[in-house]
Nanobody
Framework: QLHLVETGGGSVQPGGSLRLSCSAS????????IGWVRQAPGKEREGVSV????????DYADSVKGRFTISKDNVKHMAYLQMNALKPEDTAVYYC???????????????????????WGQGTQVTVSS
């Protein structure tokens, strides 16, 4: 049973930075692409970023491009999301998603829609406000 743990969230002012981490027990992350999705109250789940299984390619939603950087450490079995220049609209609970398939944000959302996810972590809250 895959058990995901997301950490690193917090409260920051606009323009601040946070680094989210994703770890897993029960199954290594090495063979999977890793994505991040976020969910704000009253809004639909939004795909944020994806890194391929080899960590050789990354994809970003337009809303975070140039501000967020996704990475993956296949030795430590960890994935990260460095978030800079945070905006109030980045406020949400962030979840990491290991998946197989096309390593893009669209590919991740298609995977979630087609296969469902029964291994959601607890997520980590990011709040950006002044």
């Amino acid at each position: 049973q895959l058990h995901l743990v997301e950490t690193g969230g917090g409260s920051v002012q606009p323009g601040g930075s946070l680094r989210l981490s994703c770890s897993a027990s029960g199954s290594p992350l090495n063979g999977f692409s890793i994505g991040w999705v976020r969910q704000a109250p009253g809004k639909e789940r939004e795909g944020v970023s994806v890194v391929s299984a080899s960590a050789g390619s990354q994809d970003y939603a337009d809303s975070v491009k140039g501000r967020f950087t996704i990475s993956k450490d296949n030795v430590k079995h960890m994935a990260y999301l460095q978030m800079n220049a945070l905006k109030p609209e980045d406020t949400a609970v962030y979840y990491c998603v290991p998946f197989s398939g096309t390593p893009t944000v669209r590919g991740m959302l298609d995977f979630i829609r087609e296969h469902g996810i029964n291994y959601w972590g607890q997520g980590t809250q990011v709040t950006v406000s002044s």
